[in-house]
């Protein structure tokens, strides 16, 4: 087990590595001043300027260009951002919880209600039903998530006008971030307006959560109902039947963890789309997130913001997806007997 | 003189007759193929068929409904946008850009990662190893993330979206075939090819290439609904296709200015988008179901 | 199996109670008001910019002038001076300061002293002085004053006490007391830029803004919000709201959205299209007012081929002005015959000498031996009070000129990097416009096209015509309204006839309010002013 966690350790340097030479490249390739690109520092004095030239070994050769790029950028040096020159550190730092906060709900509202969906769809006989959530969930995957998030807007914001949409709070609570998640540090804040804060902030959290929710929602559907057919029809289910538990019995405690092995695969396959949606979805409703700012900083030309937050955000997606990687080998026995077979 | 039938069952169907017989005793997927069959038609044809010029503005037809509403009018269909620009034409026009592209796209990113995968895949050890990490990497990026990159080097422009969105493909295909070579290559039946001493080329053309295509195949229609969605969300951001463009993600993003007023000029692009989308993931879906029993 | 279903319902049944419950309390918010605001500041010294949104942020808010304009009467009111008076020879002005004016008291600045010429003396010496330590900080420059030659226009300030202080003019000019009315003659404090410069963080002055207004500044995040508090000594009238914030949103459809939803009481640049949903929603009601403001379209006049009058006036014979109108402004704005709106006094409706006539056009460009052009048009990526959508407009261009057989190239980037890449005068053409800062029709000529603003910022065309600027100088010297409404029209049909710029509209200044709100502070120049505002709900009342 050792073994393998160290592999999977090195894969993720190596990948990060990779990571780290791919936005190297890229930024020599940005259209201004190799060091006005890695640093950030619109009008460097000679001091700052031989100060950039040492911390990233301009003079050097391109190798000791690159180990100077990866110690600066691992070391928590990203730059000053071009528009606003403030640290790009401490920019992403404060966007950052804002997106931990909308994927985390998005995800949740995705698991809890995709899974039981999942396996009532594997329960049912009918072919109307089995047909309809095969519709559901396969137009649910192939909507293109901006202009969902627009209709959502425009039906539920607009017309209907039951809830916010844009934004991540009313701006008239003035609250102090300390999570830096919205619906941790209403509940936090000593202000008397605490409790119609929370619920302004659930308010604006809904929609775009919601529309984040659909694509892992029907993904998790699909997955849990497909992997709850096959496990039902395993031999240790029917030795259960066999033995008269009930099937509600069957289902919690024998096959949904098995069938949940593989959700769990799939949800690391998933995050780059989920990632990508994020974007969009912050885009949308003003979410003031990594997505925003990303988005903001490509309009701006922003090339430091643009290598921290991509590099933040790959960095996060190979993580977790090694991490969920590991959760599934650990979960499933029948994985960890390959380890050793497999390269 | 008819042959005389010796057997009693009937002509044993081949491999293909049999996909296809599977296939279309699925309704969903034969609607799907309808739908894309059309959708290329469109494409190559529909500057055609469409009755005006995408660019052409009709100042005296500025947010005209679409014809069901009681206000529009016959001539302009789907209505107008804000610049009396025909919306149907401007659909079918942009048909080429948001469907043909993702087309020419995927072709690419198809044939790029068809050799690199293949040839990775025939390798052993620590080379392919090495290799499988390297695309681990490129995957884990959101290809929106890769498209955003491409696009700060190389600026917004219709022509960098191919390369956003190719870029960010190709390591999908290179994955899949590396993996399914590479599975391949473990059988048994490889092994005793081997031992007949077919070379690499034989090995990898004529015994391995024929289990492959299946794979090929499911990958091909999955890149080509994730090239719609990325060039449409791109076009969206207005990272894409530049503004008088009917590109269909960038014919939203203009409409958005109207959203209140003409909601049109937002949904239609985007049912238009919905509607391909959905299309190809009938016939991908119909596809891997029809496929499944082959394959176990 | 049911009793998963059961098990299921429950669930969602107690989720639910608990959203109702949730809801049920009764929110309550505290007084304030949102305003939804179109962009972000560039900085928070109007000293240093011309943009619309910057003035919207600051001026009205964060500062006060010395002296003010007074919309209602059109004449000039005291602010921070309570009095002044002019010299006999009209080369001296003598101002006198009002007492016990405090600067806002921040966690970066506690004001030791109120305000007093000292400060009045920064504020301008900043800018006339070229070897003062403020001088460079600003890396813009400070557009307006050079656009008026403010600096070869005083030859001294002079401070006399505490409390007085005079202006040494080197010529007599009859707008000097309209230019300190404007909106960029702000007053800073000098105690905080010396606390800056000894503690080596200079920029400061402009970013972490200390004024004299009714607001002060507590939080700015960038693409996000303004956060503004009342400053509790204010001189002038109260503030009825304890806290101003400026929701920045770029994209007006949600700046509506939100203003329908309540996020936010008055919203910024509503488009003219969405007026019509105004009408549907009965608790948001529009504000109005004829501006002082022009968009046009400037050729850039130092660049071949636009430096042949003919090209200029083919390109202005080739587009039709009134399909703009009705598809960019909704019929909401008036058209352009000259610079000056229809609001200023010099203002006089002549016939439009720039009919819409492609065959024209095509002949003029067969005369200037041109074939096969291609322009650059750069098109501003925001709303404007001048112009709702510039891209649109640029498209409307783009199709005229089409028929023309001229190619035309749409050239847009987010308002920053456009802004600093326009500053660069590589480009062909760019659609932009100006807000008066003051009634004087000046305003409208020396900022935009004089030579001596050829070099900043304002004068998009380059343009340099001695002849034009002969003209202006007299009406600056007269004090006759008569005589400089006579010189203002001969400075119109000096453009008219060269054409460095088209000028396309002039729109009415809008905003959307909700109806709790009450008096809002329209300027009909640039700014918006929240110091009178009311809100009916809160504790404002």
């Known amino acids: 087990m050792a073994r393998y966690l160290l592999r999977r350790l090195n894969l993720f340097l190596a990948t990060a590595l990779l990571m ?52 600066q950028r691992l070391g928590g040096n990203l730059g000053l951002s071009l528009t606003s020159q403030q640290p790009v550190a401490n920019e992403l730092a404060s966007v950052l919880p804002a997106s931990f906060e909308l994927a985390i709900v998005a995800g949740l509202i995705a698991l809890v209600l995709g899974i039981p969906l999942g396996v009532l769809a594997s329960q049912s006989q009918h072919k109307l039903t089995q047909h309809c959530i095969m519709a559901i969930t396969l137009t649910g995957y192939s909507i293109p998530v901006f202009w969902l998030g627009l209709l959502l807007s425009l039906w539920f914001g607009v017309r209907l006008g039951w809830l916010p949409i844009s934004g991540q709070i009313n701006l008239l609570y003035e609250i102090r971030p300390v999570s830096g998640f919205m619906l941790i ?20 959290l809904l929609l775009p959560a919601i529309t984040l929710a659909v694509l892992p929602f029907t993904v998790v559907v699909r997955i849990t109902r497909s992997a709850m057919m096959n496990v039902m029809n395993q031999t240790f289910i029917r030795a259960a039947e066999a033995r008269g538990l009930k099937t509600s019995k069957i289902i919690v405690r024998h096959a949904l963890p098995n069938a949940l092995i593989p959700v769990l695969k799939h949800l690391g396959l998933m995050l780059g789309p989920f990632a990508s949606y994020a974007i969009i979805v912050e885009m949308i409703f003003a979410w003031p997130g990594v997505g925003s700012w990303l988005i903001s900083g490509i309009y701006q030309r922003d090339y430091t913001v643009i290598q921290g937050g991509i590099l933040a955000v790959s960095l996060l997606i190979i993580f977790l997806n090694i991490l969920i990687e590991v959760l599934h080998t650990v979960s499933n026995p029948l994985s960890r007997k390959e380890l050793y077979a497999a390269n | 003189m008819r042959p005389i039938k010796i057997y009693q069952e009937d002509q044993i169907p081949s491999p293909t007759l049999r996909l296809w017989m599977l296939f279309s005793a699925n309704p969903f997927a034969l609607a799907g193929l309808w739908g894309v069959c059309t959708l290329l038609l469109l494409t190559l044809f529909g500057t055609y068929i469409a009755p005006f010029s995408p660019e052409a503005q009709d100042p005296r037809a500025l947010l005209l409904p679409p014809s069901w509403d009681p ?45 690199i995968g293949s040839i990775s895949g025939m390798m052993h050890g620590l080379k392919s190893s090495i290799l499988g990490h390297l695309l681990d990497a490129l995957l884990s990026i959101p290809s929106l993330l890769m498209a955003i990159l491409v696009v700060a080097v190389m600026g917004p422009g219709l022509n960098n979206v191919f390369w956003a969105v190719g870029i960010a493909l190709t390591p999908q295909f290179v994955r899949a075939i590396h993996q399914s070579v590479h599975e391949e290559l473990q059988k048994e039946y490889v092994t005793a090819a081997k031992l007949d001493g077919a070379n690499g080329l034989q090995i990898f053309w004529f015994v391995i290439m024929p289990n492959v295509w299946e794979t090929v195949i499911i990958q091909t229609t999955l890149a080509i609904s994730a090239a719609i969605l990325d060039i449409a969300a791109l076009g969206f951001l207005n990272l894409g296709a530049q503004a008088p463009s009917p590109e269909w993600g960038a014919m939203v993003s203009q409409g958005l200015d109207n959203l209140l007023t003409a909601p049109w000029t937002v949904t239609i692009p985007g ?23 082959i394959r176990t | 199996m049911s009793v998963l279903i059961k098990r299921l319902c429950l669930t969602t049944a107690v989720a639910c109670m608990g959203c109702i419950l949730v809801a049920c309390g009764p929110q309550r918010v505290p007084s304030g008001l949102v305003y939804c605001s179109e962009g972000n500041p560039e900085s928070f010294n109007p000293q240093l910019v011309t943009s619309g949104t910057t003035i919207d942020a600051t001026s009205h808010q964060i500062y006060s002038r010395l002296v003010d304009y007074d919309a209602a009467s059109g004449q000039i009111v005291p602010a921070l001076a309570t009095r002044w008076h002019m010299s006999k020879d009209g080369l001296s002005y003598y101002f006198t300061l009002r007492h016990d004016v405090q600067f806002h008291q921040t966690s970066r600045f506690m004001p030791s002293r109120p305000m007093t010429a000292d400060d009045v003396l920064f504020s301008f010496n900043r800018i006339i002085d070229t070897q003062h330590p403020y001088h460079k900080i600003s890396r813009t420059g400070y557009p307006f004053f050079q656009s008026i030659s403010f600096a070869e226009q005083i030859s001294s300030i002079e401070k006399i006490s505490d409390d007085r202080l005079v202006f040494h003019l080197n010529h007599k000019d009859a707008s000097f007391l309209s230019n300190l009315a404007t909106d960029f003659a702000v007053i800073l404090s000098a105690e905080y830029a010396e606390q800056l410069l000894a503690a080596g963080h200079p920029a400061d002055l402009d970013q972490y803004a200390i004024g004299t207004g009714p607001f002060k500044l507590v939080q700015y995040v960038k693409n996000e919000y303004i956060r503004y508090r009342k400053h509790p000594d204010y001189w002038g009238e109260m503030p009825k709201i304890d806290m101003l914030v400026f929701d920045i949103t770029s994209k007006s459809t949600v700046r509506l959205a939100k203003l329908i939803t309540g996020d936010c009481s008055v919203s910024a640049l509503p488009k003219a299209g969405e007026l019509s949903v105004v009408q549907q929603h009965p608790d948001i009601m529009l504000e109005s007012q004829p501006g002082l403001n022009v968009a046009f379209w400037a050729f ?13 006036r083919a390109l202005a014979h080739a587009i039709d002005k009134k399909n703009i109108l009705r598809a960019v402004y909704q019929d909401t704005a008036v058209e352009a015959t000259g610079i000056l709106p229809p609001a200023s006094w010099a203002y006089e409706h002549n016939a439009d000498l720039i009919a819409y006539d492609p065959q024209k056009a095509k002949a003029l460009l067969n005369e200037a031996g041109i074939e096969n052009l291609s322009i650059d048009i750069w098109a501003m990526p925001v709303a404007r009070i001048y112009n709702p959508n510039a891209l649109k407009t640029a498209e409307l261009i783009q199709s005229d000129l089409a028929n023309i057989g001229v190619r035309v190239n749409i050239i847009s980037y987010d308002w920053s990097v456009f802004s600093q890449k326009l500053s660069e005068s590589n480009y062909d053409s760019v659609l932009i416009g100006w807000t008066a800062d003051n009634s004087d029709p000046d305003n409208f000529f020396t900022p935009l096209l004089s030579c001596s603003s050829a070099h900043t910022q304002n004068n998009r065309a380059r343009w340099c015509h001695p002849g034009l600027d002969a003209v202006l100088t007299q009406a600056r010297t007269v004090t006759s309204r008569l005589e400089r409404r006579y010189l203002y029209q001969q400075a119109e049909a000096i453009l008219a006839d060269q054409l460095p710029m088209v000028s396309l509209a002039h729109a009415k200044r809008m905003v959307l309010k909700r109806k709790n709100v009450t008096e809002t502070q329209l300027m009909p120049f640039g700014g918006i002013a929240f110091g009178g505002i009311g809100h009916e709900n809160g504790e404002a009342r």
């Open chain 2, 271 to 293: 049912v238009a988008i919905l509607f391909s989308v959905l299309a190809i993931n009938l016939v991908g879906d119909g596809l891997r179901s029809a496929l499944t029993p």
């Open chain 2, 71 to 115: 206000a529009g009018t016959v001539e302009h269909f789907l209505g107008t946008d804000d610049l009396g620009r025909d919306i149907f034409s401007r659909l079918l026009h942009g048909a080429r850009l948001t469907f043909g592209m993702s087309l020419s796209i995927v072709a690419t990113a198809l044939s790029m990662g068809f050799v």
């Open chain 1, 20 to 71: 780290l030479g791919i936005l190297f490249y890229a930024t020599s390739l940005f259209p201004v001043e190799h060091s006005y690109a890695l640093s950030g520092v619109r009008v460097p004095s000679l001091q700052q300027q031989a100060q950039i030239i040492e911390d990233y070994q301009l003079e050097q050769g391109e190798l000791a260009q690159f180990i100077a790029y990866v110690q």
């Open chain 1, 185 to 204: 540090d209403t509940l936090l804040s000593d202000s008397q307006y605490r409790w119609s804060a929370f619920k302004d902030v659930l308010l604006h």
């Open chain 3, 300 to 312: 850039n006049t130092q660049k071949a081929p636009f430096n042949d009058v003919r090209v200029r």
